[in-house]
């Protein structure tokens, strides 16, 4: 058995024709080094489960735990539907949070077993946005579109269990969802522990929590944005 980290973000570990993978922290695209330009590689991102998947291609078994506040929805939805076309048997272990695009990427497995202190937290996909009102308009509608195709992994998952009234109710509410809830709702198919600690305490607790990090990532990205306006800026005035 051989366990290979990958910096903080993902290990990889196989057995025989196991393959173990472990998602624990948001789900990241490649970036740039804003002062060196340098490329830094995600991860989380989907081009790289492509290459886990490419170097293990004999696997039977996929076995993928998950304990992530989300992050981008289009690097979530690669690594879906990544997921969803291998050959081989998936099943998801939500170990902590399976949060926003997490929690889609788990239902890309035949089978999604929680921790019994585990949570799941769904709800509609969000963008920040810049422009005219023409522009403004345009991007709501296409996050409409982005929004519905995300969320139909929970429909395709859950089947019956989970009426489009409720699906809808529960991603309007922005829903943190115990195990014994996705249970019912048939987003997990297995509750791994016995209850020790009633999750609506900790969703409480960690609700807002989730909400303050949400909020520094946008404050990160409207200052990236702003210095890069900036420097648009600058450097038009220097070839004026």
């Known amino acids: 058995m051989s366990l290979e980290p990958n910096g903080l973000n993902m290990a990889i570990r196989q057995q025989a024709e196991t393959l173990e993978i472990y998602l624990y922290d948001d789900i990241e695209p490649d970036r740039y080094d804003w002062w060196s330009g340098a490329k ?46 291998h050959p081989a048997k998936k099943t998801a272990y939500i170990d902590g949070f399976a949060a926003s695009i997490a929690s889609v990427i788990a239902m890309a497995c035949d089978t999604v077993v929680m921790s019994s202190v585990s949570l799941m937290f769904i709800h509609h996909a969000w963008m920040l946005a810049a422009g005219n009102a023409n522009e403004l308009r345009r991007a709501a509608d296409d996050l409409e579109k982005i929004d519905g195709q995300s969320t139909r992994a929970y429909k395709e998952h859950a089947g019956d269990k989970l009426p489009d009234e409720t699906l809808q109710s529960l991603l309007d509410a922005e829903t943190w969802l115990t195990p014994e809830e996705c249970l019912q709702y048939g987003l997990c198919e297995q509750i791994e522990t016995k209850q020790t600690e009633d999750p609506k305490t900790v969703a409480q607790r960690l609700h807002q929590n989730y909400k303050q990090q949400i909020m520094r990532q946008a404050a990160q990205t409207n200052k990236t944005i702003i210095q890069k306006m900036a420097a648009q800026a600058a450097k038009k005035r220097e070839e004026q």
């Open 40 to 85: 830094i590689e995600s991860e989380t991102s989907s081009k790289h489960v492509q290459k886990i998947l490419d170097e293990n291609k004999n696997i039977r078994q996929i076995d993928l735990h998950i304990n992530s506040n989300g992050g981008d929805v289009r690097e979530g939805v690669g690594i879906y539907s990544l997921l969803a076309r």
